[in-house]
C-alpha cells in the first residue's frame, strides 16, 4: 500500500512538474517576441534617425543658397486680431413681437403666504402677461332725427327746423358713412359675397339690411366718389410710365375684360366686353406720351407710343421651350446668352451717365446703349431665326419685338418686366372666382370704381377703411 502511495505522489509531482515547465516555455516564447519586437523598433527608429539627418542636411544647403527677396516684397507681418463689439441690430429690423400697448390693467396682488399664512415683504413686480380679446360687438346705433316745423302767419307758409346730414349719411339713405365704408371695404378688400356682408352685419351687430340695399349702397359710393375715380385715371394719363395688362371677367354670365393700367402708386380698372387694342388707347388718351410696359399680347401692338415689352414673359417661355427640349445644346447654349444679355442689360440701366454732360446728350447715351444692346441680341438671334429649331419661334418674336425690349435701358424709371400690372389685376382674378363676376353694367362699373380707388390707397400706403370713411365724411358729400 506504501509503495502505491508514494507512485501516485510522483506522478503527481510529475504532472506538476511538466505544467510548471510549459508555463516556463510560455514565457520564454513571449520573452523572446518582445526581444524581436524591440529589435524592429530599433531599426525603425534608426532608419528615421537617418531620414531626418538627410532631410537636415538638405535644408542646410538650401539655406546656404537662399537669396535676399526683393525690396518690393513686403515681409509677412501678422496683424493682432482685434475683436470688435458686434453691431447692435436695429430696432426695425427685430422680427419679435412687441407687447401691446394696454387699454386695461389688472394686478393681482399677494400679501399672505398660501402654505403657513404669513405676511409677505419685499413685494415686487414678478412677471407681465397680456391677453388680447375683441371687445363685444356693438350693436348698431341708431339716430333719429326730429324735425319740427312751425305755420308763419307773415308768410302763410309751414316752415321746419333747418338739418344738414352731410358728412354723417349719403343722400337720403339710412346707413351711416361708417357702416357704408365698412360693407365697402368688406366687398372691395375682403372681396366677401353680398349674402356674406348681410349675415355679417346681421350677426355681428344686429342690423337688418337687404341685399338689394346692400347693392344700391354701393352704387350711391360709386357716385359719391366719382371725382376721385377720374382723377386718377387723369393721373394715369399724365404718367410718364404706365404698366397694362387685363384678365377675363364675366357680366351678366357674358365674357369680357377687365382692363388694369398701372404706376407704382395708382390702380385703375374698367370693364369691357371687347379685349380688342382701341380699349387701351381709349384707356391712355391720345396725348399720352409716355411709356407703356405690357406683355405680348397682340392687342397691345394699338399702342404705337415708347412700349416695353416684358422680359420675364420672354424668360419664362425660354425656360418652358428648355424643359420641353433638355438635351438640345444649341438650345441651352442660346437661352444663356440671352438670359445674361439681359442682365447685363438691367446692371447697366441702374448706371448713370456721365453727370457733367447736359440731359440731352445724357439721353442720347442711353440711346446709344439701347441701340447697342438691341444689336447683339439680334447677333445671338438671327442664326435661330426662319428656321425649324426649337427656338426659332421666340427669335422671331425677338425680331418683331426688338425695338421694344430695351427701352428700360434708354429711358430711367422704366422696369423691364409687367410685374405690377400682373400682381394689381390679381385681387379681381380672386374676386372673379369667388363671385363669378357681376350681374349689370351698372354693377361692373361699381365693382371698378371701388377697386380702384381701395386699391390705389393701399398701393399708397394709406388705410383704404379710414381713407373711404374720411371722403365720405366730408360734407361736400
Given at each position: 500500500?506504501?509503495?502505491?502511495?508514494?507512485?501516485?505522489?510522483?506522478?503527481?509531482e510529475?504532472?506538476?512538474?511538466?505544467?510548471?515547465?510549459?508555463?516556463?516555455?510560455?514565457?520564454?516564447?513571449?520573452a523572446?517576441?518582445?526581444?524581436?519586437?524591440?529589435?524592429?523598433?530599433?531599426?525603425?527608429?534608426?532608419?528615421?534617425?537617418?531620414?531626418?539627418?538627410?532631410?537636415?542636411?538638405?535644408?542646410?544647403?538650401?539655406?546656404?543658397?537662399?537669396?535676399?527677396?526683393?525690396?518690393?516684397?513686403?515681409?509677412?507681418?501678422?496683424?493682432p486680431?482685434?475683436?470688435?463689439?458686434?453691431?447692435?441690430?436695429?430696432?426695425?429690423?427685430?422680427?419679435?413681437?412687441?407687447?401691446?400697448?394696454?387699454?386695461?390693467?389688472?394686478?393681482?396682488?399677494?400679501?399672505?403666504?398660501?402654505i403657513?399664512?404669513?405676511?409677505?415683504?419685499?413685494?415686487t413686480?414678478?412677471?407681465?402677461?397680456?391677453?388680447?380679446?375683441?371687445?363685444?360687438?356693438?350693436?348698431?346705433?341708431?339716430?333719429?332725427h326730429?324735425?319740427?316745423?312751425?305755420?308763419?302767419?307773415?308768410?302763410?307758409?309751414?316752415?321746419?327746423?333747418?338739418?344738414?346730414?352731410?358728412?354723417?349719411?349719403m343722400?337720403?339713405?339710412?346707413?351711416?358713412?361708417?357702416?357704408?365704408?365698412?360693407?365697402?371695404?368688406?366687398?372691395?378688400?375682403?372681396r366677401?359675397?353680398?349674402?356674406?356682408?348681410?349675415?355679417?352685419?346681421?350677426?355681428?351687430?344686429?342690423?337688418?339690411?337687404?341685399?338689394?340695399e346692400?347693392v344700391?349702397?354701393?352704387?350711391?359710393?360709386?357716385?359719391?366718389?366719382k371725382?376721385?375715380?377720374?382723377?386718377?385715371?387723369?393721373?394715369?394719363?399724365?404718367?410718364?410710365?404706365?404698366?397694362?395688362?387685363?384678365?377675363?371677367?364675366?357680366?351678366?354670365?357674358?365674357?369680357?375684360?377687365?382692363?388694369?393700367?398701372?404706376?407704382?402708386?395708382?390702380?385703375?380698372?374698367?370693364?369691357?366686353?371687347?379685349?380688342?387694342?382701341?380699349?387701351?388707347?381709349?384707356?391712355?388718351g391720345?396725348s399720352?406720351?409716355?411709356?407703356?410696359?405690357?406683355?405680348?399680347?397682340?392687342?397691345?401692338?394699338?399702342?404705337?407710343?415708347?412700349?416695353?415689352?416684358c422680359?420675364?414673359?420672354?424668360?419664362?417661355?425660354?425656360?418652358?421651350l428648355k424643359?420641353?427640349?433638355?438635351?438640345?445644346?444649341?438650345?441651352?447654349?442660346?437661352?444663356?446668352?440671352?438670359?445674361?444679355?439681359?442682365?447685363?442689360?438691367?446692371?447697366?440701366?441702374?448706371c448713370?451717365?456721365?453727370?457733367?454732360?447736359?440731359?440731352?446728350?445724357?439721353?442720347?447715351?442711353?440711346?446709344?446703349?439701347?441701340?447697342?444692346?438691341?444689336?447683339?441680341?439680334?447677333q445671338?438671334?438671327a442664326p435661330?431665326?426662319?428656321?425649324?429649331?426649337?427656338?426659332?419661334?421666340l427669335?422671331?418674336?425677338?425680331?418683331?419685338?426688338?425695338?421694344?425690349?430695351?427701352v428700360?435701358?434708354?429711358?430711367?424709371g422704366?422696369?423691364?418686366?409687367?410685374?405690377?400690372?400682373?400682381?394689381?389685376?390679381?385681387?379681381?382674378?380672386?374676386?372673379?372666382?369667388?363671385?363669378?363676376?357681376?350681374?349689370?353694367p351698372?354693377?361692373?362699373?361699381t365693382?371698378?370704381?371701388?377697386?380702384?380707388?381701395?386699391?390705389?390707397?393701399?398701393?399708397?400706403?394709406?388705410?383704404?377703411?379710414?381713407?373711404?370713411?374720411?371722403?365720405?365724411?366730408?360734407?361736400?358729400?
Open positions: 500500500m506504501k509503495q502505491e502511495e508514494d507512485f501516485r505522489q510522483l506522478q503527481i510529475h504532472q506538476a512538474l511538466q505544467e510548471e515547465l510549459r508555463t516556463t516555455q510560455e514565457q520564454l516564447a513571449m523572446l517576441a518582445r526581444i524581436e519586437d524591440q529589435q524592429a523598433l530599433q531599426e525603425e527608429l534608426r532608419r528615421a534617425q537617418e531620414q531626418l539627418a538627410a532631410a537636415l542636411a538638405r535644408i542646410e544647403e538650401l539655406e546656404k543658397k537662399k537669396t535676399e527677396p526683393p525690396a518690393f516684397v513686403k515681409a509677412n507681418v501678422e496683424k486680431k482685434e475683436k470688435k463689439p458686434r453691431k447692435k441690430r436695429a430696432a426695425e429690423k427685430n422680427g419679435a413681437r412687441k407687447r401691446e400697448k394696454p387699454t386695461q390693467i389688472q394686478e393681482h396682488l399677494i400679501r399672505t403666504c398660501p403657513c399664512e404669513m405676511g409677505l415683504g419685499g413685494i413686480l414678478a412677471r407681465r402677461r397680456q391677453v388680447v380679446e375683441l371687445p363685444p360687438p356693438p350693436p348698431v346705433e341708431v339716430i333719429e326730429r324735425i319740427y316745423k312751425g305755420w308763419c302767419t307773415t308768410c302763410g307758409k309751414w316752415r321746419e327746423a333747418p338739418v344738414d346730414l352731410g358728412g354723417q349719411v343722400g337720403q339713405g339710412r346707413l351711416g358713412v361708417r357702416i357704408s365704408s365698412a360693407i365697402a371695404y368688406l366687398r372691395t378688400i375682403m366677401l359675397p353680398i349674402r356674406q356682408i348681410q349675415a355679417y352685419l346681421s350677426t355681428l351687430h344686429g342690423l337688418q339690411v337687404s341685399i338689394g346692400i344700391e349702397l354701393l352704387h350711391r359710393i360709386r357716385e359719391q366718389t371725382a376721385q375715380v377720374e382723377s386718377l385715371k387723369a393721373e394715369i394719363r399724365a404718367s410718364p410710365a404706365i404698366q397694362a395688362d387685363e384678365t377675363s371677367w364675366r357680366e351678366d354670365g357674358i365674357n369680357g375684360y377687365i382692363w388694369s393700367v398701372n404706376t407704382p402708386k395708382i390702380r385703375y380698372y374698367e370693364y369691357h366686353h371687347s379685349r380688342s387694342g382701341d380699349v387701351i388707347k381709349e384707356l391712355v391720345e399720352f406720351e409716355g411709356v407703356m410696359g405690357s406683355d405680348f399680347y397682340a392687342g397691345d401692338n394699338k399702342y404705337l407710343g415708347p412700349h416695353q415689352r422680359w420675364v414673359h420672354l424668360l419664362r417661355d425660354i425656360r418652358d424643359k420641353k427640349y433638355p438635351d438640345d445644346a444649341d438650345l441651352l447654349t442660346w437661352a444663356k446668352e440671352v438670359k445674361a444679355l439681359y442682365r447685363r442689360a438691367v446692371a447697366q440701366a441702374c448713370e451717365p456721365d453727370p457733367s454732360l447736359p440731359a440731352d446728350k445724357q439721353a442720347a447715351a442711353r440711346r446709344e446703349l439701347q441701340h447697342a444692346f438691341e444689336q447683339e441680341l439680334w445671338v438671334c435661330y431665326a426662319h428656321t425649324t429649331v426649337p427656338m426659332h419661334t427669335c422671331e418674336r425677338v425680331e418683331r419685338f426688338l425695338p421694344e425690349l430695351f428700360f435701358v434708354a429711358v430711367p422704366v422696369p423691364a418686366d409687367n410685374n405690377l400690372a400682373e400682381r394689381s389685376v390679381r385681387p379681381l382674378v380672386i374676386a372673379r372666382k369667388i363671385s363669378g363676376g357681376s350681374r349689370s351698372k354693377g361692373s362699373e365693382r371698378m370704381a371701388l377697386f380702384s380707388l381701395f386699391s390705389t390707397w393701399g398701393a399708397q400706403g394709406q388705410n383704404p377703411f379710414f381713407q373711404c370713411l374720411s371722403l365720405l365724411s366730408q360734407p361736400s358729400c
